[in-house]
């Protein structure tokens, strides 16, 4: 399998003028760029010295040499003067120069490459995956559904729960999955730093995207861009963290490919690029002070998504049924880890709008039990006063029809319909729906004939992806909507 971080694609990286320059716009706006502007000009540094090894070669052999064909009419101790100054500049002088920077250019290869080249990678890739979550699915296994819930407060963290989507991705069984570790898909070539990396992310109960070299049952590797954030409850605590995997090899066959992912360029990552910079980091869930717990903190730092233009589509087409369920088609590429406010601002992952649902097949009642901070602000959930509205606890539907929907009861009626059906037959299904989600200005006429402005919320287009997590009997749990512009 094609490397992304062998020392091959790095080097070719470092020198494809496209990759190069995604490299040091990501370093620039991590206050790191001085390191590859320096690689940038002693490259350029050397390709100059290559011309003047050219052109002195050139010239003698042109002008000065003894068989010269069009050999100067100067006098013949000049022109041996000037042949011994070439031979002279050829084997000694230029090798000098060109030995220059050697020793501070291969430390400061070893430096990015150590560091934060790995956290470009992530960068890129997770960026593709986001960039493809709307309308690509198909293109990466696990996109939308592939998750599993584990317990921190067992021994050891084991998965309790694991959607259809992660047995498919691992190849493993369902009870070959519960009670287990996540570490039993690493394997010889996992990157111990990532996994390091991983670990600590998880007991300081930070959130955080991985890139790792996995493995399946049959020992196929493959790389899996993994999620993980901690759910808390009400009154602050971490009972379950979510996992979220993309096996982003089925796009990537060849050095072509890395270098198609490490090039993606998207205006709206460039601009989050520009204002991580500086951002302090915000305390792990564990290190908050008790003034915090029993309410989720009011998030701005989410709102990255695109805001679309109000839906005219008529009633009949509110609701649509994907063929295929999860966010799979429409996600590929980028990071390292992210904290709360710094990193997970730059880089938003496709993961970061979702609701953890309790399932009641009885009832067919879907509970909200966790929340980002993400969906919060995607659903327009921030009241004036600072803090959300109440949904803990709630039904899922009547959340929606409260705060987020403005279609016709029936156009309800068969969104829910929809999504209860799939899931009493332990399926995931994705579902296009409008929301009440953006804004436009509205006029009126004031009290005595001048413009009254204002702002009123409009329906946008959305995809949402239900996805029900099982116990090691095969029996729905949990369920996992994430949520999804529809470009």
């Not at 998504?305 to 109000?310: E, G, L, V």
């Not at 992952?349 to 009641?360: C, D, F």
Request: hydrophobic share 35%; net charge neutral.
């Amino acid at each position: 399998m094609t490397d992304f971080f062998s020392s091959e694609v790095f080097n070719i990286v470092l020198h494809n003028p496209t990759t190069a320059h995604r490299f040091l716009r990501f370093c620039q706006s991590r206050a790191c760029g001085e390191n590859i502007e320096f690689l940038q000009k002693v490259d350029k540094y050397n390709r100059l010295l290559d011309e003047v090894t050219q052109l002195l070669g050139s010239i003698h052999s042109t002008y000065t040499s003894p068989d010269a064909p069009r050999q100067i009419n100067i006098p013949h101790s000049h022109i041996k003067h000037v042949s011994a100054d070439i031979k002279q500049a050829t084997n000694f002088t230029i090798p000098a120069l060109e030995s220059i920077f050697a020793g501070s250019q291969e430390h400061v290869e070893k430096l990015l490459a150590s560091d934060i080249y790995s956290r470009f990678v992530k960068h890129q890739v997770t960026a593709q995956a986001s960039l493809a979550l709307a309308d690509q699915r198909e293109r990466f296994q696990g996109l939308g559904d592939c998750f599993c819930l584990t317990d921190p407060n067992i021994a050891d963290n084991p998965i309790l729960f694991a959607s259809d989507g992660f047995v498919a991705v691992t190849g493993y069984s369902r009870k070959d999955i519960i009670p287990r570790n996540c570490r039993f898909l690493q394997g010889d070539l996992t990157d111990k730093n990532a996994t390091g990396r991983l670990r600590t992310s998880i007991h300081e109960c930070e959130e955080t995207v991985e890139l790792l070299l996995n493995y399946r049952k049959n020992g196929d590797p493959f790389w899996n861009l993994l999620y993980v954030a901690p759910l808390l409850n009400e009154r602050g605590e971490v009972c379950f963290f979510l996992g979220g995997q993309i096996n982003c090899s089925t796009t990537i066959h060849s050095c072509n490919d890395i270098l198609r992912v490490l090039s993606i360029n998207d205006d709206e990552l460039d601009k989050l690029d520009e204002i991580a910079v500086g951002k302090s980091k915000t305390p792990s869930v564990r290190s908050r002070d008790g003034s915090s717990r029993g309410s989720k903190p009011r998030s701005t730092f989410f709102k990255s998504w695109r805001k679309y233009n109000p839906s005219e589509l008529p009633v009949a087409s509110k609701v649509k049924v994907r063929d295929e369920a999860g966010m799979e088609s429409e996600l590929i590429t980028r990071v390292g880890k992210l904290s709360f406010r710094n990193q997970v601002e730059a880089f938003y992952t496709a993961y970061s709008k979702y609701l953890v649902m309790t399932w009641n097949s009885t009832a067919q009642i879907l509970t909200v039990q966790y929340y980002s901070p993400g969906v919060i602000d995607m659903l327009c959930l921030n009241l004036p006063n600072g803090g959300i509205a109440h949904i803990y606890n709630k039904d899922i539907f009547k959340v929606f029809s409260e705060f987020s929907t403005s279609s016709s009861s029936s156009v309800n009626k068969v969104f829910k319909q929809t999504v209860r059906d799939a899931l009493k037959v332990g399926q995931a299904v994705s579902v296009e729906t409008g929301l009440l989600t953006g804004f436009e200005e509205k006029k009126g006429t004031g009290w005595f004939g001048g413009e009254k402005e204002g702002m009123k919320r409009v329906e946008e287009r959305y995809v949402t992806h239900w996805t029900p997590l099982k116990d090691q009997d095969g029996r729905v749990k949990w369920v996992v909507l994430t949520i999804a512009p529809k470009a």
